[in-house]
């Protein structure tokens, strides 16, 4: 059973930074697609971000190109998101998840459709 638990959520103001981060467990696959999600109260959710194991460059979604940065470490299981610049039309519900079965790098990308495993979600809200 794969576990994934994020952290690293807050409140900030505008021009602020945050880090949040994934931690991965029971996963027994090599190459797979991991990305970032985020959810605003009223709005459908949103992909941010993907990466793969497996390399190729990351996947953003146009509005944090520049400000966000996706990264992960195989050796620690651990995924993370990097926000700089935020601005008050970030805050949202952030979830990390898991699409194993995605063995190719061309195909990790934020369709959300793919993944499989979700963790509970993290808390941003960045006030002006």
């Known amino acids: 059973q794969v576990h994934l638990v994020e952290s690293g959520g807050g409140s900030v103001q505008a021009g602020g930074s945050l880090r949040l981060s994934c931690a991965v467990s029971?996963?027994?696959?090599?190459?797979?697609?991991m990305g970032w999600f985020r959810q605003a109260p009223g709005k459908e959710r949103e992909g941010v971000a993907a990466?793969?194991?497996?390399?190729?460059?990351?996947y953003y979604v146009e509005s944090v190109k520049g400000r966000f940065t996706i990264a992960l470490d195989n050796a620690k299981d651990t995924l993370t998101l990097q926000m700089n610049s935020l601005e008050p039309e970030d805050t949202a519900m952030y979830s990390c998840?898991?699409?194993?079965?995605?063995?190719?790098?061309?195909?990790?990308?934020?369709?959300?459709?793919?993944?499989?495993?979700w963790g509970q979600g993290t808390q941003v809200t960045v006030s002006s």
């Open positions: 998840a898991a699409a194993l079965w995605i063995a190719r790098p061309g195909y990790c990308n934020t369709d959300p459709g793919p993944y499989e495993y």
């Open positions: 029971g996963n027994t696959y090599a190459r797979y697609c």
């Open positions: 990466i793969h194991t497996g390399g190729g460059a990351p």
